[in-house]
């Protein structure tokens, strides 16, 4: 099994940023990639971010420019870095694991983007 611990968000306004950590514990092996959805109300999941093991990224197109994604490997822990944030950003955020057979989700956190 794997726990997935998130961390960061909370209330900031328009162009203000914040930076979410997840944390990851357990059986942390045969990992191939971690990364960041998020789900505003009435919406369905998306993709924002994701980090392969390999150092690779990709964005959703509405946050490029504005987000990174990172991993501190030592920590077993990957950061999403939000800058100009904006109210459409307002969205619980998941962090999500994928290992070569299967994936975990952490609880999520609440980021609002409002003044």
């Known amino acids: 099994q794997v726990q997935l611990v998130e961390s960061g968000g909370g209330l900031v306004q328009p162009g203000g940023s914040l930076r979410l950590s997840c944390a990851a514990s357990g059986s942390i092996f045969s990992i191939t990639a971690m990364g960041w959805y998020r789900q505003a109300p009435g919406k369905e999941r998306e993709l924002v971010a994701r980090?392969?093991?390999?150092?690779?990224?990709s964005y959703a197109d509405s946050v490029k420019g504005r987000f990174t994604i990172s991993g501190d490997n030592a920590k077993n822990t990957v950061y999403l870095q939000m800058n100009s944030l904006k109210p459409e950003d307002t969205a619980v955020y998941y962090c999500?694991?994928?290992?070569?057979?299967?994936?975990?989700w952490g609880q999520g956190t609440q980021v609002t983007v409002s003044s």
């Open positions: 980090i392969t093991t390999g150092g690779s990224t």
């Open positions: 999500k694991l994928t290992r070569t057979y299967d994936t975990y």
